[in-house]
Nanobody, 120 residues
Framework: QVQLVESGGGLVQAGGSLRLSCAAS????????MGWYRQAPGKQRELVAA???????DYADSVKGRFIISRDNAKNTGYLQMNSLKPEDTAVYYC??????????????WGQGTQVTVSS
């Protein structure tokens, strides 16, 4: 069994920063790709940033230059540093990871989400 738990969300003023964490636990052999998604009210869930097992990164155009995705493989944890936040960044942020379990099963897992609210 594998679990992803996000933390670090909250309320921040426009221009501020937050750092989200995604801790994976359970029967993990290897965490492959990781990604952060967000879903605002009335909108579809969208990919914000992704990082491969080798450290390659990709970002949505709307967050390039402001957000940084990273990971600590030793801690089975991913991070999303969010700077220069804007009200339009307000959403529930979800962590997603493609994980190989100790039984050699490969699946995608989601966290429960963490709310980020940016006030103007």
């Amino acid at each position: 069994q594998v679990q992803l738990v996000e933390s670090g969300g909250g309320l921040v003023q426009a221009g501020g920063s937050l750092r989200l964490s995604c801790a994976a636990s359970g029967n993990i052999f290897r965490i492959n790709d990781m990604g952060w998604y967000r879903q605002a009210p009335g909108k579809q869930r969208e990919l914000v940033a992704a990082i491969t097992s080798g450290g390659g990164t990709d970002y949505a155009d709307s967050v390039k230059g402001r957000f940084i995705i990273s990971r600590d493989n030793a801690k089975n944890t991913g991070y999303l540093q969010m700077n220069s936040l804007k009200p339009e960044d307000t959403a529930v942020y979800y962590c997603n990871a493609r994980i190989t379990t100790t039984r050699s099963l490969v699946s995608y897992y989601w966290g429960q989400g963490t709310q980020v609210t940016v006030s103007s």
